[in-house]
Each structure stands twice: as structure tokens, then as C-alpha cells.
């Protein structure tokens, strides 16, 4: 089994509001980006890694990601999301074609434990074309109409929260994004639109994306006690 994993890193961090693209955001003095690719390779699991860069930061983050090996490769990343995926989708082509398994994962979810990165291979592996890794959702969770009306209460238990790395067979996935119009916040939503199954295997909390300000305090803080 041959793995790539493609990590969208091309996004302006709007709402962190550092002033630099978020994936170049340190955390206990290194970039998010880095440790985001380093817990993917410290699965065991992937053997080649697609970043999504920010095209004005292509050459900057290839500097960046050099010493973690020559499995690591970089190009430019798009407008959205779902561009930037398609745009690693592609390069892996040529980085990796032999690949049969495709992980995508945020560069935002930097601190996902390489548990997490095996649970979701080992799951496509063991035949599931595509795979999410989830947890509970603590919050009851409303549905509104576009005055802020709410309209109804879905059951909680039902829910899931979804993170990353999902993973898919390759060709699977490549369908889904040669199928897909208009953007989608994740892989798998493109995957559901073609009919196709997808599994769930349990995710971390240490997997959470970093967005806010307070999402990198709270990241600081967690990598703190785990270096103690
Ligand atoms: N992403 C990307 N290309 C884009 C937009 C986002 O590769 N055009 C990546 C981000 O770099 C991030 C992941 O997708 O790793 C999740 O996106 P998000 O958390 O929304 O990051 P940003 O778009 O950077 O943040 P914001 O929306 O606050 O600007
Ligand atoms: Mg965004």
C-alpha cells in the first residue's frame, strides 16, 4: 500500500488574525504547518506528503519543510479550500502515482495524534473507500432559518463532529473532485454527493482545528503539558 497525504495549507488565516498565513503561525516555536507534516510522518503510515502552499509562499515553505525529507514536496495552492486539494490531488500524480490510499488533512490540525493518521489509513486499507475520523458533539446543536429563527433540534446522538486526515481511495477521490461543483468544507461531503459510503473511526481532541485566537492559546497550552 502506497499512501499520500495532501495538506491544504493555502489559507490566509482570516480569522486567527496573526497577520500571515496560519499554516506559518508558531506554536511553541514552530510553524503549525511543520508540526501538521511531522505527526503525519510520524505514523509510519504516509509515505509521501502534497502541501498546498500559499503561492506567495511556495518557495518559503519548501525552505521550511526541507528537513523533513524528500517525501515532502510543495506547490501552489488556490482560491478555496477545494481548490487547493485539487491542485495537491494533481501534483500527486506526479509525486506519487503509485499511491492507492489519499489522506487529506488540514494544515489547521497540526497537533492530530499520528493515532488518529493510522486509525483512518488502517480503516481504508481494511476496505472502506472513504474514511473520517469523528467525536461526539458536546454542544446541542440547533438548526435556524436566516432570521436566526431556530427551526428544530437535531438528536445529538445522532451527530458527529468531523476532523482530519480523511482518507479515500485514490480513485474514489478523484471522482469525487472531477464530480464536484462549487467548494465544500470537506472531502468526504464530496464523496456523499456521489452516493458512496463513508465510515467513521474515532478522532482526538488533540485534533482540532486551530481557527481563533483562542483555538492557538488553547493548542499552546495542550503542547505545554505534553512537553512538560
Ligand atoms: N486552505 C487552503 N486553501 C484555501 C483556503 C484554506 O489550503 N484557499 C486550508 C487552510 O490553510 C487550512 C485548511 O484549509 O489548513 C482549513 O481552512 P481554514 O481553517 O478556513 O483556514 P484559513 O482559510 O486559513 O482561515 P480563515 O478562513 O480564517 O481565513
Ligand atoms: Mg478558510
Known amino acids: 500500500v502506497t499512501v499520500v497525504a495532501l495538506v491544504p495549507a ?9 497577520g500571515r498565513p496560519k499554516a506559518l503561525v508558531p506554536v511553541r516555536g514552530e510553524p503549525l504547518l511543520t508540526h501538521a507534516v511531522r505527526g503525519l510522518l510520524a505514523s509510519g503510515r504516509v509515505d509521501h506528503v502534497v502541501v498546498a502552499a500559499p503561492p506567495a509562499e511556495v518557495d518559503q515553505v519548501a525552505d521550511l519543510l526541507r528537513p523533513l525529507g524528500p517525501a515532502v514536496h510543495v506547490v501552489a495552492g488556490g482560491g478555496e479550500r477545494t481548490d487547493s486539494v485539487r491542485l495537491a490531488l494533481d501534483a500527486a500524480l506526479t509525486f506519487a502515482p503509485a499511491a492507492d490510499v489519499v489522506l487529506v488533512h488540514d494544515a489547521a ?6 493515532e488518529v493518521v493510522r486509525a483512518v489509513v488502517d480503516a481504508v486499507v481494511g476496505g472502506a473507500p472513504a474514511v473520517v475520523p469523528v467525536l461526539p458533539v458536546a454542544d446541542t446543536v ?22 482530519t486526515p480523511q482518507g479515500f481511495a485514490v480513485d474514489l477521490l478523484r471522482r469525487a473532485h472531477a464530480a464536484a461543483e462549487g467548494a465544500a468544507t470537506d472531502d ?22 486551530v481557527t481563533t485566537p483562542f483555538d492557538l492559546a488553547v493548542a499552546e497550552a495542550v503542547l505545554a503539558g505534553e512537553e512538560g
Open 10 to 18: 493555502a489559507g490566509r488565516g482570516e480569522r486567527l488574525g496573526a
Open 109 to 114: 490540525r497540526a497537533f492530530t495524534p499520528p
Open 142 to 163: 440547533k438548526q435556524v432559518d436566516a432570521d436566526g429563527r431556530v427551526v428544530g433540534t437535531p438528536d445529538r446522538s445522532a451527530l458527529r463532529a468531523v476532523q
Open 188 to 209: 468526504a461531503g464530496l464523496v456523499e454527493r456521489l452516493g458512496e459510503p463513508v465510515a467513521t473511526v474515532p478522532g482526538h481532541p488533540w485534533a482540532m482545528k
